[in-house]
């Protein structure tokens, strides 16, 4: 074999090799910025821009996308210790985001849910429609295991063992089977990403669930569900685990203008487990709420 093609393999091999070695060794040393690098991938990939909000001592971040119009704008309210990225998986499937116009369309999920149903009872003339996925703030008549668990924590004090929080891999993997009714096998070191992305917010965290079971906010959704008035749809797991799926039937006797949807084989983490059935849901009821507000204009 002539000598410049050896060179060229040899080369060409080494070339490989780099980026190759890089990405073996971020995942072993360091995991967390692998997972920063997919979330930030995946924003660009959609078009996503970032801006950051300062209140007291904390910065919130947010993502959004598109520019104003004549479509109202789509909210969308991530659940307690999650993330703004947790809803690339549903935004890849909307066409298009338009934003700044109100009434908007609010979808929450889980503790952001809570917030967009209150929400949109104290200020109904800001929304024209409303989307809860296993909303928190509602009030049962018996307790679930994970909800029993969490007031026994809250009785002890020991907010260090808050199942939503977790501080090591462990934690994190019974976390992931706790919210999802799929059963995963995650590597550790993507467990122990995961934790490290998690770990510089765990005491805004642990301050916050304090705030939410509180008196004043634990039934919050429950105590004012009865003032929404807006187009109003429920999307919940059936195999909720953190949330009992009740709430949905509770929520339907109580709204007026109110469908739910129901989903087999489904968890807590329904943005994560059927992101492209929970679009298609979405999608479908405002298309279904922007056709009856044209049909109302014509008569």
């Not at 989307?131 to 260090?160: I, M």
């Not at 805004?204 to 959704?221: A, M, Q």
């Not at 009740?246 to 329904?270: F, P, R, W």
Request: some cysteine; aromatic content about 10%; glycine content about 6%.
């Amino acid at each position: 074999m002539d000598l410049d093609v050896v060179n060229m393999f040899v080369i060409a091999g080494g070339t490989l090799a780099i980026p190759i070695l890089a990405f073996v060794a971020s995942f072993l040393l360091w995991p967390s910025a692998l997972i920063r690098i997919y979330y930030w991938y995946w924003r660009r990939t959609l078009g996503m821009q970032v801006r950051y909000v300062h209140h007291e001592d904390y910065q919130f971040c947010y993502s959004f996308r598109g520019r104003p119009g004549h479509k109202p704008s789509i909210l969308m309210l991530h659940g307690f210790s999650a993330h703004k990225d947790m809803w690339l998986s549903v935004v890849k499937f909307v066409e298009c985001l338009k934003l700044n116009k109100k009434p908007f369309h609010l979808v929450g999920t889980s503790m952001g849910g809570q917030v967009a149903g209150v929400y949109a009872a104290y200020y109904p003339s800001d929304v024209s429609s409303l989307c809860l996925v296993c909303p928190a703030g509602l009030q049962y008549s018996t307790d679930n295991q994970f909800v029993q668990r969490l007031k026994e924590l809250q009785g002890s004090a020991a907010v260090e063992k808050i199942p939503l929080i977790p501080s090591t891999p462990e934690e994190m993997s019974e976390m992931l089977q706790l919210c999802s009714y799929v059963r995963f096998k995650v590597p550790q070191q993507i467990l122990q990403g995961l934790v490290d992305v998690r770990i510089p917010h765990n005491n805004f965290y642990r301050k916050l669930f304090l705030e939410i079971v509180s008196e004043k906010s634990r039934y919050s959704l429950h105590q004012n569900m009865d003032k929404i008035k807006v187009p109003t749809q429920i999307i919940w797991g059936k195999q909720d685990q953190v949330l009992d799926v009740s709430g949905a039937d509770m929520l339907a006797k109580s709204i007026a203008n109110c469908q739910v949807e129901l989903l087999e084989n489904c968890g807590h983490s329904v943005v994560m487990e059927r992101p492209r059935k929970t679009a298609k849901l979405i999608i479908d009821f405002l298309a279904s709420v922007h056709n009856t507000d044209n049909n109302k204009k014509l008569d």
